[in-house]
T-cell receptor, first 115, second 113 residues
Framework: GAGVSQSPRYKVAKRGQDVALRCDPI?????LFWYQQALGQGPEFLTY????????KSGLPSDRFFAERPEGSVSTLKIQRTQQEDSAVYLC?????????????FGNGTRLTVT | GDSVTQMEGPVTLSEEAFLTINCTYT??????LFWYVQYPGEGLQLLLK?????DKGSNKGFEATYRKETTSFHLEKGSVQVSDSAVYFC????????????FGKGNQVVVIP
């Protein structure tokens, strides 16, 4: 496909369960970002990859959140022992260069509901 | 840290009305400024951007001017259509050396025929 693809589109988890959210960026895109968007809020930065290297994880809210991009393409965001406050839409975005000259392309997001 | 503030509340207006959505920012250095739009059921899309003071970004009839003196980047459109109904987010890219964005809370715009 031409765009950023995220799966699943919706995820319902019981409190305490682990979840894994997948992002397929646009082929060849170097930079990949994860954002968290709570209801009625703007997206909040979670973490940034340049190829396979996680260069910035300062936005991850706790050590229950973990992200990886082992081969520099697909990325997975994992949340362990989910809590109700983790309920949000998780957005993935990619861009073609390392700097800020090319636009970010966003996926449609994964809506996580923790019950 | 870097932050973006958008006017409170949804915006409801009639077709062909004038639209303004206010956006102010706080940042060190010289950020780039953006407006993103999220149509129902779709992902965030870049609407327009400006990379330096006094630049005007424009697209699809929307405009915004980078005002460093007032730290603002207000979005305007002279005559809205029903198809402009969406959520609009103001954002900035600071001095991180990459495309990391700080977003405002967004404004829901509803255009009534």
């Amino acid at each position: 496909g031409a765009g950023v693809s995220q799966s699943p589109r919706y995820k319902v988890a019981k409190r305490g369960q682990d979840v894994a959210l997948r992002c397929d960026p646009i082929s060849g895109h170097v930079s990949l970002f994860w954002y968290q968007q709570a209801l009625g809020q703007g997206p909040e930065f979670l973490t940034y990859f340049q190829n396979e290297a996680q260069l910035d994880k300062s936005g991850l809210p706790s050590d229950r959140f973990f992200a990886e991009r082992p081969e520099g393409s697909v990325s997975t965001l994992k949340i362990q022992r989910t809590q109700q406050e983790d309920s949000a839409v998780y957005l993935c975005a990619s861009s073609s260069d390392r700097g800020n000259n090319s636009p970010l392309h966003f996926g449609n997001g994964t809506r996580l509901t923790v019950t | 840290g870097d932050s973006v503030t958008q006017m409170e509340g949804p915006v409801t207006l009639s077709e062909e009305a004038f639209l303004t959505i206010n956006c102010t920012y706080t940042a060190t250095g010289y950020p780039s400024l953006f407006w993103y739009v999220q149509y129902p059921g779709e992902g965030l899309q870049l609407l327009l951007k400006a990379t330096k003071a006094d630049d005007k970004g424009s697209n699809k009839g929307f405009e915004a001017t980078y005002r460093k003196e007032t730290t603002s980047f207000h979005l305007e459109k002279g005559s809205v259509q029903v198809s402009d109904s969406a959520v609009y987010f103001c954002a900035l890219s600071g001095n991180y050396g990459n495309n990391r964005l700080a977003f405002g809370k967004g404004n829901q715009v509803v255009v009534i025929p």
